[in-house]
């Protein structure tokens, strides 16, 4: 933010660099933007890629309140070759655990547990996030996945 401009905007976005040609209306903008990088306008880009081994780890730790990188190693293993350290993939893939009680929080110990060759042996198919993504709308009631197949429609151009 700019401390000396108290009416500034901070405009947020993202998008996949690789599905964004120099043709494109959002890679025109931003260069006219790059031009006129100056007082008025402060333009930041950022670009990220995929998480590392050691990353998923660190991210899985924070999600699960755990202190010591052993103890989630070997899920974060697992949860790297699944998700190749794509951000959403990782995220999906852990919530999915959970959905399917393969990661569960224990009240009574006030920790999450899980079994990583059950973790494994269960979710070897999942290769890429459209099929995580499919199975997850599958499980959705009939109306529901109606209207994603309606809505799938929209905004397409």
């Not at 459209?130 to 151009?157: I, N, P, T």
């Amino acid at each position: 933010s700019d401390a000396r401009n108290k009416s500034s905007l901070m405009i947020i976005g993202c998008y996949r660099s690789n599905e964004v040609g120099r043709t494109h209306i959002l890679s025109k903008t931003i260069g006219a933007l790059t031009e006129m990088n100056n007082e008025l306008v402060n333009l930041t880009q950022i670009q990220l890629g995929n998480l590392g081994k050691d990353e998923v780890n660190e991210a899985l730790m924070a999600l699960l309140r755990i202190d010591d990188k052993s103890q989630t190693e070997r899920l974060a293993s697992i949860c790297y070759r699944r998700t190749m350290g794509n951000p959403l993939f990782l995220f999906q893939f852990i919530k999915t655990l959970e959905d399917e009680r393969l990661l569960v929080f224990n009240f009574g110990l006030l920790k999450w547990k899980w079994d990583e060759s059950i973790i494994e042996s269960q979710t070897a198919s999942t290769d890429n996030v459209v099929y995580l993504l499919q199975r997850k709308m599958k499980k959705c009631s009939q109306e529901s996945q109606m209207f994603l197949q309606c809505a799938a429609c929209l905004g397409a151009s």
